[in-house]
């Protein structure tokens, strides 16, 4: 897979020079519960997480990483990817110096058009608590709506969180 082309980032493939970037995001405790994280990934886990990422008609998952001026600064998962009934989860995370400079909607709108125009997606989501008001806003600027919210959802710092469920269908 190329490259693809944002207005001021690259979504690209992880390559073994990312190993270490990625050990570092997998490994701060400050966003795992965006992922059900529980336990620290070891470095070797990472490393073959990254040797062993395949197809997305196989894995059923895809993560690219985010670069900006040739360094990464975040990815954007591809996740339950359903061929057949045309959709897929997504996710991302940029490196916290890196927020609040508009890679995140760059990023998110490239990703997008790959799924909408290159996966022939009819459907995108994304699940995002309820007081994460810059994810919010990021994902709803770029046309998903709030279809649902799970209740006491997700507990964070031993406080039960809501969580949203967005949608983005592509007429």
Same mark, same amino acid.
């Given at each position: 897979?190329?490259?693809?082309?944002?207005?001021?980032?690259? +979504?690209?493939?992880?390559?073994?020079?990312?190993?270490?970037?990625?050990?570092?995001?997998?490994?701060?405790?400050?966003?795992?519960?965006?992922?059900?994280?529980?336990?620290?990934?070891?470095?070797?886990?990472?490393?073959?997480?990254?040797?062993?990422?395949?197809? $997305?008609?196989?894995?059923?998952?895809?993560?690219?990483?985010?670069?900006?001026?040739?360094?990464?600064?975040?990815?954007?998962?591809?996740?339950?990817?359903?061929?057949?009934?045309?959709?897929?989860?997504?996710?991302?995370?940029?490196?916290?110096?890196?927020?609040?400079?508009?890679?995140?909607?760059?990023?998110?709108?490239?990703?997008?058009?790959?799924?909408?125009?290159?996966?022939?997606?009819?459907?995108?989501?994304?699940? $995002?608590?309820?007081?994460?008001?810059?994810?919010?806003? +990021?994902?709803?600027?770029?046309?998903?709506?709030?279809?649902?919210?799970?209740?006491?959802?997700?507990?964070?710092?031993?406080?039960?969180?809501?969580?949203?469920?967005?949608?983005?269908?592509?007429?």
């Amino acid at each position: 897979m190329q490259a693809l082309k944002g207005i001021n980032i690259l +979504l690209r493939a992880m390559e073994p020079e990312d190993i270490d970037t990625l050990y570092n995001w997998e490994n701060d405790t400050n966003v795992w519960h965006i992922s059900n994280t529980v336990a620290p990934f070891s470095r070797y886990v990472v490393e073959q997480y990254v040797f062993s990422m395949q197809d $997305i008609y196989t894995a059923k998952q895809l993560r690219l990483m985010i670069e900006a001026d040739k360094k990464p600064i975040g990815c954007i998962d591809i996740f339950d990817f359903d061929p057949t009934n045309k959709k897929a989860g997504i996710g991302i995370l940029i490196a916290d110096e890196m927020q609040n400079k508009g890679y995140a909607s760059d990023a998110l709108q490239t990703l997008i058009k790959y799924c909408f125009n290159a996966l022939q997606l009819h459907q995108l989501y994304c699940s $995002i608590l309820t007081d994460n008001e810059a994810s919010l806003k +990021l994902f709803t600027k770029h046309g998903f709506t709030v279809c649902g919210t799970r209740k006491d959802w997700l507990i964070v710092n031993n406080v039960w969180k809501d969580e949203h469920f967005l949608q983005l269908l592509n007429e």
